[in-house]
Nanobody, 118 residues
Framework: VQLQASGGGLVQPGGSLRLSCAAS????????VGWFRQAPGKEREFVAA?????????RYVDSVKGRFTISRDNAKNTVYLQMNSLKPEDTAVYYC???????????WGQGTLVTVSS
């Protein structure tokens, strides 16, 4: 499984971006997909995740709740992260990860840089 993350860029505080994670497989719906981020000098942290299938279950780190929304379009084999009300502390490289349950395997995308600055 190959993942291509895109949509990063430079945005002012309070602005919005939408990240995309496109998969090379037609069965991305079979995977739990998550977004992670890594700020300079910090460890990679969990941001959001969405369940398999229709994505009825989502989970977020507390710092982005109410601002970020994860969703999936299985017809396009793509998972999105809509980021609103961005803050400078959201600046990081954002990675998507697809998790296969059996056998347990993680697939990572290459990352996309988000910079929030005035």
């Amino acid at each position: 499984v190959q993942l291509q993350a895109s949509g990063g860029g430079l945005v002012q505080p309070g602005g919005s971006l939408r990240l995309s994670c496109a998969a090379s497989v037609r069965t991305l719906s079979s995977y739990v997909v998550g977004w992670f981020r890594q700020a300079p000098g910090k460890e990679r942290e969990f941001v959001a995740a969405i369940s398999r299938g229709g994505g009825s279950t989502t989970r977020y780190v507390d710092s982005v709740k109410g601002r970020f929304t994860i969703s999936r379009d299985n017809a396009k084999n793509t998972v999105y992260l809509q980021m609103n009300s961005l803050k400078p502390e959201d600046t990081a490289v954002y990675y998507c990860k697809a998790h296969q349950l059996y056998p347990p395997t993680d697939y990572w995308g290459q990352g996309t840089l988000v910079t929030v600055s005035s």
